[in-house]
DNA sequence: CATAGTCGTGAAACCGGTTGCACAGAACTC
DNA sequence: GAGTTCTGTGCAACCGGTTTCACGACTATG
């Protein structure tokens, strides 16, 4: 037996069919399905319901239907911001639609990502995945078993969302390339993930392209502290501007800067990503914003659409990041026009060492 | 009738029980009364399980025994990073204890934070209310309903965690006083917050005990913009530093003050409080920590440790934070042994206006 | 006016677990 | 060796909804 909440407290469907004199079939009728009923009666239900603070209870509903009403976010680590960023846009998207969300936070690793995934799996109806850390094979089962949607991960036959940042940081090259920068230096993350490899390439190709020198540095982790700590390596490479992989790098980077007594964007021009710190630094950061919270959204739309026609289409949705000049890049330092013939003989970025790990894409 | 996942794919308990030769109810016990049963009856139920892949349903589970498993998290803004970092520490926690976690970020209204109470009600166990806006009636509602446990809002018979920042700003004010700064800004939030009210006094207080002027302004909202726009006043009252309300308003204060070539901490001195963004600004912020993680923990805590003893305890659960000085206070500028005579006549706060107005406390 | 079709409602089965109670067999007691 | 207690398992009710099916009343049809 089970005494769930204080009896007076919380009415049940039968309780409301009772005092309403009709079956509980039809209280339940006059909430899921009010169109099989008479107005009247549904009427009258409802206001007996609303006498008696009657709500139908979800956890009973969802045994029943096999719906759960709910769905689960899945991300990396919730203390950055560009999945903050994400979480409120997708649980607001989330909660328009009439669903709950649950929030798992897998601090990077993999093992719990599938722990979580495996917990929640009975009651949510569908996962959002953000920046999934596990092989394609795994995330291909879960796919199986419940719908899911991935953010910035290319995975074939799963729909998925994917910030394209690619033409943003493109764009953020041609910028430095005419202010006068002829080499530049990108920092990225070394266990790369899909967005580190999509604007790895694309400074690669654009520096490429315009003639520059790229020289690429990865820092131990995708954080404030590594960017601090490589300033030092990226200086002494003669790069005059950087491109980071996120926001909290390229501040890592600017106050290692301001230590040293580079001063930005004076003597060094600096581009981040995701644009939600990039307007509270000083100076305010040139950065590419990703939507994250419309990447949440997207995610949530799609995955809450596709749960009609079960497995969800695998469609392939790609939000255009875009580049928005702020105050931390300017024209290069000492520029002249003799030094802009002397063109270096290796130009693109280094060897593209993570491309086929496994875990990214 | 309701298919609800795929047949072939998840085993019920019934399955199990035919594959095993036992009944059903043997099963159950196999998972949630091991001890009643015999060791030889539990190991090859629960080999078959194994082979089978069965998991027992939760919301089945939940169904029956009135206990969901979920805990609920509910936030004014999950993109402020004081409540980022608290959301980690929380649903960390809670799934060490076994428990799923749902989030609802109430963008700061009252209305969302009803709904979303009721809504989830009947999912989760109990609730982690973080800096509640609603009024205390409601709040003791719902906490009649359903355990809840509240964080940086004072009401008595609900247990609460509270960050007391109080001793910390106290301290920061000593500092500044002791690095020769006589009229100091508290840069806080409008609608007050239990905490802001809870700093604002603490400066005022002590700001009076060391003779120090406190002039007190009200941010339109707690934010780096709020911070940034309001750094005309701050410099005009003739404050010489400012302690703010968050790092949020902190670091807005800092980039203010550089457009205006103000520089920090020579000419002017900045604390802020929760110690998140802190490390990251230029330069580092001396700030209060807040510990945000924790707080989340112990709510947490409190939270499971109480659903054994339904209404829990109402336990005071008070952290303290401390204050983690770093580059962003200095000496007062132009600092003269005759300056400090000058006693201002009117010392201590401004008029403490937003103490009764229902909400804060 | 008999017959077929429509519509609104109720009875009952079901979702997948948990648990009170009954009962059979083993282990004690005297 | 009969009576008592203990132990392990099964039966069946229950949690609070949803949904199939049957049925009676009412309306349209010829």
């Known amino acids: 037996m089970a005494r769930r909440q204080s009896d007076p407290l919380t009415p049940t469907i039968s309780r409301v069919a009772a005092?309403?004199?009709?079956?509980?079939?039809?209280?339940?009728?006059?909430?899921?399905?009010?169109?099989?009923?008479?107005?009247?009666?549904?009427?009258?239900?409802?206001?007996?319901?609303?006498?008696?603070?009657?709500?139908?209870?979800?956890?009973?509903?969802?045994?029943?239907?096999?719906?759960?009403?709910?769905?689960?976010?899945?991300?990396?680590?919730?203390?950055?911001?560009?999945?903050?960023a994400l979480i409120?846009?997708?649980?607001?998207?989330?909660?328009?639609?009439?669903?709950?969300?649950?929030?798992?936070?897998?601090?990077?690793?993999?093992?719990?990502?599938d722990v979580l995934l495996g917990k929640l799996a009975v009651q949510v109806d569908g996962f959002v995945l953000a920046s999934p850390r596990?092989?394609?094979?795994?995330?291909?089962?879960?796919?199986?078993?419940?719908?899911?949607?991935?953010i910035n991960r290319d995975i074939e036959g799963i729909p998925r969302v994917l910030v394209d940042t690619a033409a943003g940081f493109t764009e953020a090259v041609g910028l430095l390339a005419s202010l006068g920068h002829r080499t530049i230096a990108y920092v990225g993350a070394p266990k790369s993930s899909w967005s580190n490899q999509q604007r790895m390439r694309a400074v690669g190709e654009a520096g490429a392209a315009l003639g520059l020198k790229v020289v690429r540095f990865d820092a131990v982790r995708p954080s404030h502290e590594a960017g601090r700590a490589i300033v030092d390596r990226v200086l002494r490479s003669g790069a005059t501007a950087a491109l980071a992989v996120d926001d909290g790098v390229a501040q890592g980077l600017m106050?290692?800067?301001?230590?040293?007594?580079?001063?930005?964007?004076g003597d060094?021009?600096?581009?981040?990503?995701?644009?939600?710190i990039a307007a509270t630094t000083y100076p305010?950061?040139?950065?590419?914003?990703?939507?994250?919270?419309?990447?949440?959204?997207?995610?949530?739309?799609?995955?809450?659409?596709?749960?009609?026609?079960h497995p969800p289409p695998p469609d392939r949705h790609v939000i255009r990041g875009e580049l928005t000049i702020?105050?931390?890049?300017?024209?290069?330092?000492?520029?002249?026009?003799?030094?802009?013939?002397?063109?270096?003989?290796?130009?693109?970025?280094?060897?593209?060492?993570?491309?086929?790990?496994?875990?990214?894409?």
Chains 1, 2 share one sequence.
């Open 268 to 276: 060094f021009s600096l581009v981040g990503c995701d644009n939600i």
């Open 134 to 150: 596990q092989d394609e094979k795994r995330i291909r089962d879960h796919a199986g078993r419940r719908p899911v949607v991935v």
């Open 88 to 113: 409120r846009g997708a649980q607001a998207q989330a909660h328009k639609r009439g669903y709950a969300t649950f929030i798992g936070d897998t601090d990077e690793t993999e093992a719990l990502e």
């Open 19 to 84: 005092e309403a004199g009709v079956s509980r079939a039809t209280v339940s009728r006059a909430f899921s399905h009010p169109d099989l009923l008479t107005p009247a009666t549904v009427e009258k239900v409802r206001e007996v319901a609303l006498r008696l603070g009657y709500v139908p209870n979800q956890v009973a509903r969802a045994l029943s239907t096999g719906r759960a009403g709910n769905i689960a976010l899945i991300v990396p680590d919730i203390g950055n911001s560009f999945f903050s």
């Open 326 to 361: 702020r105050a931390s890049t300017g024209p290069a330092p000492g520029r002249r026009a003799g030094k802009k013939s002397r063109r270096p003989a290796e130009t693109g970025a280094a060897e593209d060492h993570s491309t086929s790990d496994g875990i990214s894409r």
């Open 255 to 265: 106050a290692g800067l301001s230590d040293r007594g580079v001063s930005v964007p």
């Open 284 to 309: 305010p950061l040139t950065s590419i914003d990703a939507f994250c919270a419309e990447a949440g959204r997207t995610a949530v739309d799609l995955l809450i659409d596709g749960l009609v026609t």
